[in-house]
């Protein structure tokens, strides 16, 4: 599966983007998605999870209550609505996507980095105050 992340962009502090995932290839509805964020010299993190059949999420405690993953699996695309965004959130913003056992993958929102072998470029969001 071929992943296409887009939608950032420069934003003023508490404002808000939404971010989309763009998969091709394969049908992205057997797969969970991860959304990482890193910034330059530091490590990729992890933000935000949903599973396959977009009925669990995962957040980052830096970002819970504020960004929304959702997926709409019909068009091959999973989203993350990032509201009262804050200078810390300038990042590149990448998607990535696992595949695996099915009930694995329906438990687990939040998987860690080396578990999704399929990612997007990075697609830059800054936000200025």
């Known amino acids: 599966v071929q992943l296409q992340a887009s939608g950032g962009g420069s934003v003023q502090v508490g404002g808000s983007l939404k971010l989309s995932c763009l998969a091709s290839?394969?049908?992205?509805?057997?797969?969970?998605v991860g959304w990482f964020r890193q910034t330059p010299g530091e490590e990729r993190e992890f933000v935000a999870g949903?599973?396959?059949?977009?009925?669990?999420?995962e957040y980052a405690d830096s970002v819970k209550g504020r960004f929304t993953a959702s997926r709409d699996n019909a068009k091959n695309t999973v989203y993350l609505q990032m509201n009262s965004l804050k200078p810390e959130d300038t990042a590149a913003y990448y998607c990535?996507?696992?595949?695996?056992?099915?009930?694995?993958?329906?438990?687990?929102?939040?998987?860690?980095?080396?578990?999704?072998?399929?990612w997007g470029q990075g697609t830059q969001v800054t936000v200025s105050s």
């Open positions: 290839g394969r049908t992205l509805s057997v797969y969970n």
């Open positions: 990535a996507a696992s595949v695996g056992a099915v009930s694995d993958l329906y438990r687990n929102a939040r998987l860690s980095e080396l578990q999704y072998p399929y």
């Open positions: 949903i599973n396959w059949p977009g009925v669990k999420t």
